[in-house]
């Protein structure tokens, strides 16, 4: 079992740096402290795969990333004609290597479930790859036993969000060999910072899944709520999943 906690990105505030020592770019910094981030800036705009070779270089060998699908995809085309967009994206993300741990597909809130389009789009992807996939849907047509089962048959873990935007969603779904969750900040989204009580049950949540490979995302970054509400939370699990490695990169 591992356990990853981490951001949506990887800045380091101001007041925050005496938490990040040493010298370094901020995610040189932060990956000797936490063990994964995702990538959200994929979703708004391209990057070269030097860029994601040059990521992968800056962090330790058993440090993972997450990468958010871009919105041409999921949000302008909505899963469908994506065969060119997809293959442009796999092939500049691809520059992470053995650091890309899950590709994300974040759906729009109005995206409702057809299970033609989903059915094509996921074949497709899984046709061209073969490692961990997360989606988030965000519409109450997703949370069916149709949905859920076209997921898991395609090996596909539905992610469990806060706050919740349909009932069922703040749970994990879809393909169980995989949880990952992301905390948007509750009760506003983005915004809010989590107590110490919600961090204490989350880390119950996160020991107590029996998935193989269990990931957390703080995405309340609006306020810089984020970073510390990770520290928090991945202090309290990772005695249970052993401790980030050393970084080989010095910058």
């Not at 949506?8 to 995610?27: C, K, R």
């Not at 070779?53 to 469908?80: C, Y």
């Not at 500049?92 to 899950?102: C, F, H, I, Q, W």
């Not at 193989?212 to 309340?220: A, F, G, K, S, T």
Request: proline content about 9%; charged content about 25%; hydrophobic content about 35%.
């Amino acid at each position: 079992m591992a356990f990853r906690v981490g951001t949506a990105g990887w800045s380091i505030a101001t007041p925050l740096a005496a938490s990040f020592p040493d010298e370094g770019t901020h995610l040189v910094r932060y990956g000797r402290r936490l063990p994964c981030a995702e990538i959200d800036s994929s979703f708004w705009r391209p990057h070269r795969r030097t860029t994601y070779e040059r990521w992968a270089a800056s962090v330790p060998p058993d440090f993972r990333f997450s990468v958010k699908m871009p919105r041409v995809v999921t949000h302008q085309k909505r899963l469908t004609e994506t065969g060119d967009d997809v293959s442009r994206f796999l092939d500049e993300s691809a520059g992470l290597g053995d650091r890309l741990g899950v590709l994300l597909v974040q759906l729009p809130p109005g995206g409702r479930f057809s299970p033609e389009i989903a059915a094509s789009f996921f074949d497709d992807l899984r046709r061209r790859f073969d490692g961990m996939i997360a989606c988030e849907p965000r519409h109450k047509g997703w949370f069916t036993p149709e949905a859920e089962q076209l997921l898991t048959d395609r090996r596909i873990a539905r992610v469990a969000a806060d706050p919740a935007p349909a009932p069922g969603a703040g749970e994990p779904g879809g393909w169980r060999g995989l949880t990952y969750r992301r905390l948007h900040g509750s009760p506003e989204m983005y915004i809010s910072d989590y107590s110490p009580e919600r961090l204490a049950a989350f880390a119950t949540q996160l020991r107590e899944d029996p998935a193989d490979e269990i990931w957390c995302i703080l995405d309340n970054t609006a306020r810089g709520c984020a970073l510390p509400n990770a520290l928090t939370l991945w202090a309290d699990v990772a005695p249970t999943a052993g401790p980030p490695g050393k970084s080989t990169q010095g910058e």
